[in-house]
Protein backbone atom coordinates (compact mmCIF):
# COMPACT_ATOMS: atom_id res chain seq x y z
CA UNK A 1 0.00 0.00 0.00
CA UNK A 2 1.51 3.66 -0.38
CA UNK A 3 2.15 5.90 2.05
CA UNK A 4 2.20 9.76 1.43
CA UNK A 5 3.93 12.73 3.24
CA UNK A 6 3.61 16.15 1.32
CA UNK A 7 5.96 19.03 2.20
CA UNK A 8 6.57 22.54 0.85
CA UNK A 9 3.33 24.41 3.23
CA UNK A 10 4.12 27.60 4.79
CA UNK A 11 2.49 31.51 5.06
CA UNK A 12 3.26 33.52 1.67
CA UNK A 13 1.71 36.82 0.82
CA UNK A 14 -0.17 37.28 -2.01
CA UNK A 15 1.12 36.63 -5.56
CA UNK A 16 4.04 34.67 -4.45
CA UNK A 17 4.24 31.39 -5.20
CA UNK A 18 5.06 28.04 -3.51
CA UNK A 19 5.60 24.17 -4.62
CA UNK A 20 4.15 21.05 -2.77
CA UNK A 21 5.89 18.30 -2.85
CA UNK A 22 4.27 14.57 -2.53
CA UNK A 23 6.57 12.03 -1.77
CA UNK A 24 5.10 8.38 -2.15
CA UNK A 25 6.14 4.73 -0.98
CA UNK A 26 5.16 1.25 -0.32
CA UNK A 27 3.65 1.09 -3.80
CA UNK A 28 4.75 1.02 -7.84
CA UNK A 29 4.50 4.89 -7.89
CA UNK A 30 4.24 5.12 -11.63
CA UNK A 31 1.12 3.00 -11.29
CA UNK A 32 -1.20 5.57 -9.46
CA UNK A 33 -2.72 8.58 -10.68
CA UNK A 34 -2.17 11.30 -8.58
CA UNK A 35 -4.09 14.30 -7.28
CA UNK A 36 -3.93 17.30 -5.10
CA UNK A 37 -6.92 18.26 -3.25
CA UNK A 38 -7.31 21.02 0.19
CA UNK A 39 -9.31 21.88 2.80
CA UNK A 40 -10.11 25.38 3.72
CA UNK A 41 -11.48 25.82 7.55
CA UNK A 42 -14.85 25.37 7.54
CA UNK A 43 -15.50 24.10 3.71
CA UNK A 44 -15.47 20.90 2.19
CA UNK A 45 -12.37 19.23 0.48
CA UNK A 46 -12.33 19.95 -2.54
CA UNK A 47 -10.17 18.98 -5.78
CA UNK A 48 -7.29 20.94 -7.35
CA UNK A 49 -5.79 18.95 -9.64
CA UNK A 50 -4.71 15.89 -11.21
CA UNK A 51 -2.21 13.94 -13.13
CA UNK A 52 -2.20 10.47 -15.15
CA UNK A 53 0.04 7.99 -14.40
CA UNK A 54 2.59 8.78 -17.28
CA UNK A 55 1.73 12.59 -16.38
CA UNK A 56 0.85 13.12 -19.90
CA UNK A 57 -2.97 14.23 -18.62
CA UNK A 58 -3.77 16.69 -16.98
CA UNK A 59 -6.82 18.17 -15.02
CA UNK A 60 -7.03 21.38 -12.87
CA UNK A 61 -10.20 22.97 -10.83
CA UNK A 62 -11.54 26.13 -12.67
CA UNK A 63 -10.20 27.90 -9.69
CA UNK A 64 -6.27 27.24 -10.27
CA UNK A 65 -6.33 26.51 -13.81
CA UNK A 66 -3.46 28.69 -14.94
CA UNK A 67 -2.12 29.16 -11.94
CA UNK A 68 -1.34 25.87 -10.60
CA UNK A 69 0.81 23.67 -12.72
CA UNK A 70 0.89 19.36 -11.20
CA UNK A 71 4.01 17.66 -12.72
CA UNK A 72 5.55 14.15 -11.08
CA UNK A 73 8.99 12.54 -11.43
CA UNK A 74 8.25 9.33 -11.47
CA UNK A 75 11.98 8.20 -10.60
CA UNK A 76 11.49 10.15 -7.95
CA UNK A 77 8.25 9.18 -6.94
CA UNK A 78 7.22 12.26 -6.12
CA UNK A 79 4.27 14.60 -7.62
CA UNK A 80 4.43 18.08 -7.20
CA UNK A 81 2.38 21.39 -7.20
CA UNK A 82 3.40 24.64 -8.84
CA UNK A 83 1.38 27.23 -7.21
CA UNK A 84 1.67 30.85 -8.27
CA UNK A 85 -0.22 34.53 -8.23
CA UNK A 86 -1.39 32.63 -4.85
CA UNK A 87 -4.37 34.59 -3.25
CA UNK A 88 -5.80 34.17 0.27
CA UNK A 89 -8.62 32.22 -0.96
CA UNK A 90 -5.85 29.53 -1.67
CA UNK A 91 -5.69 29.27 1.58
CA UNK A 92 -6.15 25.63 3.22
CA UNK A 93 -4.38 22.25 3.78
CA UNK A 94 -3.11 20.64 0.76
CA UNK A 95 -3.67 16.68 0.62
CA UNK A 96 -1.98 14.74 -2.02
CA UNK A 97 -3.81 11.54 -3.28
CA UNK A 98 -3.29 8.24 -4.75
CA UNK A 99 -5.59 5.91 -6.94
CA UNK A 100 -4.69 2.99 -9.46
CA UNK A 101 -7.67 4.12 -11.29
CA UNK A 102 -6.46 3.73 -14.99
CA UNK A 103 -7.87 7.69 -15.72
CA UNK A 104 -7.80 11.04 -14.33
CA UNK A 105 -10.22 11.73 -12.01
CA UNK A 106 -11.63 15.03 -9.71
CA UNK A 107 -13.50 12.94 -7.04
CA UNK A 108 -11.87 12.23 -3.92
CA UNK A 109 -14.10 9.08 -3.30
CA UNK A 110 -11.91 7.48 -5.96
CA UNK A 111 -8.48 8.32 -4.27
CA UNK A 112 -8.34 5.52 -1.51
CA UNK A 113 -4.92 6.71 -0.57
CA UNK A 114 -4.24 10.03 1.35
CA UNK A 115 -1.73 12.34 2.86
CA UNK A 116 -1.71 13.53 5.99
CA UNK A 117 -1.93 17.29 4.45
CA UNK A 118 0.64 20.74 4.50
CA UNK A 119 -0.56 23.71 5.46
CA UNK A 120 -0.49 26.78 2.84
CA UNK A 121 -1.66 30.05 4.46
CA UNK A 122 -1.95 33.15 2.25
CA UNK A 123 -1.86 36.41 3.22
CA UNK A 124 -3.44 39.45 2.18
Known amino acids: QVQLVESGGGLVQAGDSLRLSCAAS????????MGWFRQAPGKLREFVAT????????HYADSVKGRFTISRDNAKNTVYLRMNRLKPEDTAVYYC?????????????????WGQGTQVTVSS
Open 26 to 33: GGTFSRYV
Open 97 to 113: AATRSGIITSLAGQYPH
Open 51 to 58: ISWSGGNT
